[in-house]
């Protein structure tokens, strides 16, 4: 996998656009996006192909520091990434963390094409979520 700036935060883009909305998915306070591996590694064999982006928010992982770390300007930024890694289908998109939601809801207020970011289950405490059956996932 291979790291990219997009508006400026690090992300890992992985699949193939297709029928099914790709996915955006955000690290909690502290984390950066390897905290997604294994939840990818998991999608990996029960949708192979997915589009997912995987994002380091500012001052995480790969993602430069922000002299502020205002909730609108990160948001703002979500969209710009979104966009500029060419997610062409509305994505649906997975956050954990304290801070996800409220950058979520933010970027769900964006103009048309924004992202679709659902909360997801805490996918490094939960090992025992039963696992859909192969091409069952909306």
Do not use: K
């Not at 890992?12 to 950066?32: A, I, Q, Y």
């Not at 993602?63 to 300007?73: F, T």
């Not at 979104?82 to 964006?110: D, F, I, M, N, Y």
């Amino acid at each position: 996998m291979t790291t990219t700036l997009f508006s400026n935060l690090a992300g890992d883009l992985s699949g193939e656009p297709g029928r099914r909305p790709p996915l955006v998915l955000l690290h909690g306070l502290t984390f950066d996006r390897t905290s997604w591996h294994p939840a990818l590694a998991e999608l990996a064999m029960l949708d192979p192909g997915r589009q997912v982006l995987a994002l380091d928010l500012p001052g995480h992982g790969g993602s430069p520091p922000w002299p502020r770390y205002d909730l609108e300007p990160i948001a703002d930024a979500i969209h710009r990434a979104v966009a500029e890694a060419g997610l062409s289908a509305r994505p649906r998109g997975a956050h954990e963390g304290e801070q996800a939601p409220c950058t979520a809801r933010r970027a769900v207020q964006q103009p048309p094409g924004l992202p679709q970011l659902t909360p997801s289950p805490d996918h490094r405490h939960t090992p025992d979520i039963p696992r859909p059956a192969p091409g069952t996932l909306p």
